[in-house]
């Protein structure tokens, strides 16, 4: 059920994201007056589940039809020297039936069957459906390439744009409805950090206060680990033992975290204060009282040791309480200032079913503040996912290890369906995919934008020979590209 839900959440959030990215493209083709013979949700090799035009007047509807016969006809000939040659020309359209959709300019709109992206089939553009036919013929006015190299421009960047408007726009909504919750750098510095093997090497110690980052203070805690991470971090002055000092990092960092199985080095130490407690807990499909109802822990209650072991912070006891599996302990609790000793069975599941009391904050917005706050969650979005891809291309890091293909997407959705979850990962997935698009490879947005920059700046524009090349090889970077990924995928599954 699990799968389940999160491949329908995958599958949702991809239909979503490559439909406004299309619709940018539609929309932007239609204000120029560019035909757009057909906009389809998923890829229809052979047939599709669904496609409406209108013919002859009338909307016309298919359900599970085979692909449509091209406007074309392939003629076979032989050149003066001997050689077998192929031609293309027209159909003549008045010797169709009315009915016939290839009678129609209208554009044909459907779905697919095969359910991962979609497409806009332009008129008169070299793309990824690479329709020969069409573009051996004259160019007409309403075809893409016939019009100006700025409006062909902005075609192509529209798609793009839309991902970032629509992931500004799910920012706005979640941050009005919401607001955000983050963990203020302040309230971690109550207690100070607690560090593992990995973060000891690179100079933290247990205890230590986050003062600054290249001598500016962090507001939110979670942004200590991703400064580090993506290699801004130089320096981090800490306090220690009510002295301050500056941990160097070193240039290797990054490599080292990103080839370690937790990149989470730092951890918040805070003590196991109760927040609440569940009445009963799932053991592989049978549901029991939990230990902590059946000892009788309480919101409030402080848990600040196992048996003879103290456990002073909540890593503390989550560390220890694994060695206590199937047996009877006493828990140290304070509570209202006494100290009591509370026995407590532990199950094969080191789980007691207590929550621990966080220390997040949450800032609320209005409307018309979540407005600003949501331009400013995409760009730094935006801004992210470029120094991640930094990160990738750069080989002394080894971060193309960690890349990861359809089944690492599908992970980052919830196990059980959030809305609220969901619309943040989707929002996520349109800022990586405008990122992706805009890079300058042939047959993404970016080489076709590429190309058309050079000829605004030089008043040349290539030929259709060399983009149908272009297109080629784009397509087998973005193969090579997508093979690679999945790869990584399948085989960290076997680790």
Same mark, same amino acid.
């Given at each position: 059920m699990v799968i389940a839900i999160k491949v329908i959440q995958f599958f949702l959030a991809l239909s979503i994201l490559v439909f406004v990215h299309e619709l940018?493209?539609?929309?932007?083709?239609?204000?120029?007056?560019?035909?757009?013979?057909?906009?389809?949700?998923?890829?229809?090799?052979?047939?599709?589940?669904?496609? +409406?035009?209108?013919?002859?007047?009338? /909307?016309?509807?298919?359900?599970?039809? %085979?692909?449509v016969p091209d406007r074309y006809k392939t003629i076979e000939y032989t050149d003066a020297a001997g050689k077998k040659q192929k031609k293309y020309e027209p159909i003549d359209i008045s010797t169709l039936d009315p009915?016939?959709?290839r009678t129609s300019d209208s554009t044909e709109y459907g779905i697919g069957w095969f359910p991962l992206g979609g497409y806009n089939k332009i008129a008169g553009m070299i793309d990824e459906s690479m329709d020969k036919e069409q573009m051996k013929q004259p160019a007409k006015e309403w075809e893409f390439r016939s019009k100006p190299a700025w409006q062909r421009f902005i075609i192509m960047v529209a798609g793009v744009l839309m991902n970032v408007v629509l992931a500004i726009f799910i920012y706005i909504g979640l941050l009005a409805k919401n607001g955000e919750e983050y963990l203020p750098t302040s309230e971690v510095n109550k207690y100070g950090?607690? +560090?593992?093997?990995?973060?000891?090497? /690179?100079?933290?110690?247990?205890?230590? %206060?986050?003062?600054?980052?290249?001598?500016?203070?962090v507001e939110n805690f979670q942004d200590v680990q991703m400064d580090i991470i993506m290699g801004d971090a130089k320096t981090v002055e800490v306090e220690r033992e009510g002295n301050t000092l500056v941990v160097e990092m070193p240039d290797d960092a990054t490599s080292k975290l990103l080839s370690s199985q937790d990149i989470s080095f730092i951890f918040v130490r805070i003590p196991f204060v109760v927040d609440g407690i569940s009445d009963s807990l799932d053991y592989n499909g049978v549901m029991r009282l939990s230990p902590a109802k059946v000892a009788g822990l309480a919101a409030g209650d402080q848990i600040i040791g196992i048996d003879e072991v103290e456990t002073p912070f909540f890593h503390n006891f989550k560390e220890n309480i694994v060695n206590y599996k199937n047996q009877e302990v006493e828990l140290c609790v304070i509570r209202n200032g006494?100290?009591?000793?509370?026995?407590?069975?532990?199950?094969?599941?080191p789980l007691i079913g207590a929550t621990v009391k966080s220390i997040t904050a949450k800032k609320e917005y209005t409307f018309w503040q979540a407005i600003p706050a949501g331009f400013v969650k995409t760009f730094s979005g935006?801004?992210?996912?470029?120094?991640?891809?930094?990160?990738?291309?750069?080989?002394?890091?080894?971060?193309?290890?960690s890349v990861g293909g359809f089944i690492s997407i599908g992970k980052i959705f919830p196990d059980t369906w959030d809305w609220s979850r969901f619309w943040i990962m989707t929002a996520f997935l349109s800022i990586a995919l405008a990122v992706m698009n805009i890079l300058p490879i042939p047959a993404l947005d970016g080489g076709h934008?590429?190309?058309?920059?050079?000829?605004?700046?030089?008043?040349?524009?290539?030929?259709?020979?060399?983009?149908?090349?272009a297109?080629?090889?784009?397509?087998?970077?973005?193969?090579?590209?997508?093979?690679?990924?999945?790869?990584?995928?399948?085989?960290?599954l076997f680790r």
């Open positions: 940018g493209h539609f929309m932007a083709a239609k204000a120029f007056k560019v035909r757009v013979d057909k906009f389809y949700l998923f890829f229809d090799w052979g047939f599709s589940l669904l496609r +409406v035009k209108r013919v002859n007047g009338k /909307l016309r509807w298919k359900f599970f039809s %085979k692909n009915d016939d959709w950090i607690s +560090v593992d093997s990995l973060g000891y090497e /690179l100079g933290f110690r247990e205890g230590d %206060k986050i003062m600054n980052i290249n001598g500016k203070p006494d100290t009591l000793s509370m026995p407590i069975q532990i199950g094969e599941e935006i801004a992210d996912y470029w120094r991640q891809l930094k990160l990738i291309f750069n080989p002394s890091t080894k971060a193309y290890e934008i590429l190309f058309l920059l050079y000829e605004i700046i030089t008043r040349r524009k290539p030929s259709e020979k060399f983009m149908e090349i297109e080629y090889i784009g397509l087998a970077i973005v193969l090579a590209l997508v093979l690679f990924a999945n790869g990584n995928d399948i085989i960290k």
